[in-house]
């Protein structure tokens, strides 16, 4: 059986296609340029993840994570707060756990917003039990 040079060529041409979609969709490029960064951010967790180890003992690095788990946006404040902190010298020494949850209390202080309630009584007339 002889193949047709087209189908041959269409053949080639699909086989690359779908070799390229397994890929991703990336060339090359592409492909180290995701792993570069996806290293990047692997080494920048480890650094974040050895700084709250130094500054913090083991009840609040739990504490810590169990707020990661409850709240991940809050968790992840805390955590940026907590290395900031220790990057610019700020802690000296270890954490503990009321420590930590101190400096919880306050960033809920600053980040807590007011809410209030309005009770509109003429609203509230016009439905009399009354009736």
């Known amino acids: 059986m002889e193949a047709d040079p087209e189908l041959a060529a269409i053949r080639a041409k699909r086989m690359a296609e779908l070799e390229g979609s397994s890929?991703?969709?990336m060339n090359p490029q592409q492909q180290q340029?995701?792993?570069s960064q996806a290293e990047r951010a692997a080494q920048q967790q480890q650094m974040q993840n050895t700084l709250l180890n130094q500054a913090l003992d083991q009840q609040a690095r739990a504490r810590l994570n169990t707020i990661m788990l409850?709240?991940?946006e809050k968790g992840k404040q805390v955590e940026s707060i907590i290395?900031?902190?220790?990057?610019q010298g700020q802690i000296s020494g270890k954490l503990c756990?009321?420590?930590l949850v101190n400096l919880v209390e306050r960033i809920n202080a600053q980040t807590k917003k007011k809410s209030k309630v309005i009770f509109d009584r003429r609203r509230a007339a016009l439905d009399s039990d009354s009736d």
């Open 23 to 25: 890929q991703g969709g």
């Open 33 to 35: 340029a995701g792993v």
């Open 70 to 72: 409850a709240k991940p």
């Open 83 to 87: 290395c900031q902190m220790a990057a």
């Open 97 to 99: 756990e009321n420590d």
